[in-house]
């Protein structure tokens, strides 16, 4: 059975022109990257191992499972193109490559990508001919040590520990080729307006269309359509007359058909879509989704498996995950330390389930400007590729940057200020990146400790072991309980403005129900021994937050455990600890001034 079968890209599909690329690729470690000088790789004999795509190496799924560091590796594909792709544009996509890809046609280089964590695609048209086979080959590179590029929780070491995890080289995300229309649509970018009821769309092609129109159908509880000229980046705005409100209580989406015809109207090229009309925003202290305040109720989710480790084996998985959240109380997550599989989101749409869209930001050494320049380049691609899914509400790429500088081998010559500002200036150019691309979401430029002054949400992380503790955090000043605290560093005080304030992770109680092999950790030292006890740890902090009139929402670490870290909600291998109903009771309840 061929892995991962469904289409990945659901709010833009060609579903009638693709063929799916997972399954059985040759594979060849190159551990001491002598394979491109000594042009081993080009021989059919050097792939001496199968590996399952889209699972990286170090997985069990792959059928390699060899967790070391693996700086190069190579892949090889046999590749027939579909005879009846003649005349078409020919695509290659890859969902993702962690870090560095270069691929290869027939031993022909075509083309290089920078970043693991986002899609790209390769034009094959001038390098493969319908009807017959080809031999695609892909070399990754992947120099997590470095601190050049974004790693998230993935382990600096050997073996995992705290809270880094079992690595991935490689490819990790579906691969699938499909044939284009010479200048058919190549993206486009869906804005919806709730106040004044309308919803634009922004096409790209793949060349400038001559002589063609575009034809936009919504189908909904009306039916509109609007006709046009294409002209790539040309926004085109319909008017609904009584728009249906997408939402966590009715997450109701509209179909859309983008219909590319000639001049006799005879079909050029054909995309299926999707959106769903909100808006989410901050006023003040408070989130507000369609108008209307929100309390956000959130889980970390680290998108982690135990046998894909950031590949879900299924795209069932990537449902039950968000049904699981959604079990126990949660209405959405923080995705965090990692780009999330495309159809993630899709089913976050589909369900109702509000989420920050993040970056595995961890191992980025901010002192380098390569790596200042390797996250700003990919960032973009994130923001771009996931622009149009209702279910994210906020872009958040970095994760508690107290640790600016901090690996330096001489704390007392170390100039803090100098390498605080250099972060912040970069900080402060990533925010404008973000909302030039995108206007319409708040910006969180990171989750918790030190925040620039351009962010939208002031966001803490409080892992306390008692309501009073937490609460004290909240609020320390005796004097003035009405105050709030801040995340105090080392090296950075940052203070609170009035945005909303948001205790974005919390919690973290170990809680192991049954015996196992891995001696794992939680937060505090709470060790746990009940559901019941469990349950009531989660209620007395959640209490604590729902009941200050002061706090916008709270993310409670975490959905599962992940590997050696024993604080979910559920097992790693997503099995309940306590009664969903039990946890639900307590985590549904909201404050009276929140409409959802």
């Known amino acids: 059975m061929q892995p991962k079968p469904e289409y990945p890209r659901m709010q833009f599909r060609r579903t009638q022109s693709w063929v799916n690329l997972n399954g059985e690729w040759g594979f060849a470690f190159d551990p ?70 270069h691929i290869y046609i027939d031993d022909q280089k075509i083309f290089d990508h920078v970043g693991g964590s986002t899609s790209f695609e390769v034009d094959l048209t001038n390098f493969v001919t319908p009807g017959k086979t080809h031999i695609l080959k892909l070399h990754a590179e992947d120099f997590l040590r470095t601190g050049k590029q974004g790693g998230g929780k993935q382990s600096f070491n050997y073996h995992s520990s705290g ?35 309308t919803v634009t769309f922004v096409p790209s092609y793949y060349i400038t269309p001559v002589n063609k129109k575009l034809e936009i159908t919504i189908k909904g509880e009306e039916t509109v359509k609007k006709t046009v000229e294409c002209a790539s980046g040309a926004a085109v705005t319909i008017k609904l007359d009584n728009p249906r409100l997408w939402s966590i209580v009715d997450p109701y989406l509209y179909d859309v058909e983008l219909r590319m015809v000639d001049e006799a109207g005879a079909e050029y090229d054909y995309v299926e879509s999707y959106f ?25 989710d680290q998108g982690f498996y135990p046998d894909g480790v950031w590949t879900s084996p299924t795209d069932e998985a990537l449902r039950h995950d968000i049904e699981m959240s959604m079990a126990v109380g949660f209405n959405g997550a923080r995705l965090h330390q990692k780009v999330f599989e495309e159809r993630f989101h899709y089913w976050a749409d589909k369900l109702g389930y509000i989420t920050s869209a993040e970056y595995p930001s961890w191992g980025c050494d901010w002192k380098l400007p390569e790596a200042q320049f390797n996250f700003m380049n990919e960032w973009r691609d994130c923001v771009e590729r996931d622009f149009s899914h209702p279910s994210i509400v906020m872009w958040t ?22 390498h605080t500002d250099s972060y912040k200036n970069f900080v402060k150019q990533l925010g404008a990146l973000t909302k030039a691309l995108d206007p319409t979401r708040p910006w969180h430029d990171s989750s918790g400790y030190v925040h620039v002054d351009n962010t939208e949400i002031f966001s803490v992380h409080y892992y306390m072991p008692s309501p009073e503790s937490l609460r004290d955090m909240i609020h320390p000043d005796k004097e003035d309980p009405s105050k709030f605290g801040v995340q105090d560093s080392k090296f950075v005080r940052t203070s609170y403005n009035g945005i909303p304030y948001f205790v974005d992770e919390w919690g973290g109680f170990k809680y192991v129900p049954k015996a196992v092999d891995v001696a794992g950790c939680g937060y505090n030292g709470i060790n746990i021994t009940s559901p019941e006890e469990f349950a009531k740890y989660i209620e007395d ?6 009941l200050d009139d002061g706090i916008a929402g709270h993310c409670y670490t975490q959905l599962t455990d992940v590997e050696q870290e024993q604080n979910g909600v559920y097992t790693y291998e997503r099995e309940e600890k306590a009664p969903a109903a039990m946890l639900k009771a307590v985590l549904e309840r909201k404050p009276d001034w929140s409409e959802f």
């Not at 390699?64 to 193109?81: G, M, N, P, Q, T």
């Not at 408070?286 to 956000?296: A, G, Q, S």
């Open 32 to 101: 001491n990257r002598s394979a491109l000088s000594s042009e081993k790789w080009k021989n059919d004999d050097f792939y001496d191992k199968t590996i399952i795509v889209p699972f990286a190496p170090e997985t069990k799924l792959s059928g390699i499972a060899d967790i070391d560091f693996h700086e190069s590796v190579f892949y090889r594909k046999e590749l027939a193109i579909p005879a009846e792709w003649a005349g078409k544009r020919i695509i290659l996509h890859f969902g993702a490559v962690d870090y560095y890809a």
């Open 163 to 197: 809270c880094s995890y079992t690595r991935i080289t490689g490819i990790w995300q579906t691969v699938w080729i499909e044939a284009v229309a010479e200048a058919g649509l190549k993206n486009c970018k869906i804005t919806t307006d709730i106040d004044n009821g």
């Open 276 to 300: 769903g009309m909100r808006k989410f925003d901050v006023r003040g202290n408070r989130f507000y989704l369609n108008n209307k305040p929100i309390y956000l109720r959130w889980v970390l």
């Open 397 to 418: 790429p970095l994760n508690e940057t107290v640790w600016v500088g901090s690996e330096a081998s001489d704390v007392a010559a170390f100039d803090w200020g100098k």
């Open 541 to 546: 902090q959640a209490e604590v937050m729902r």
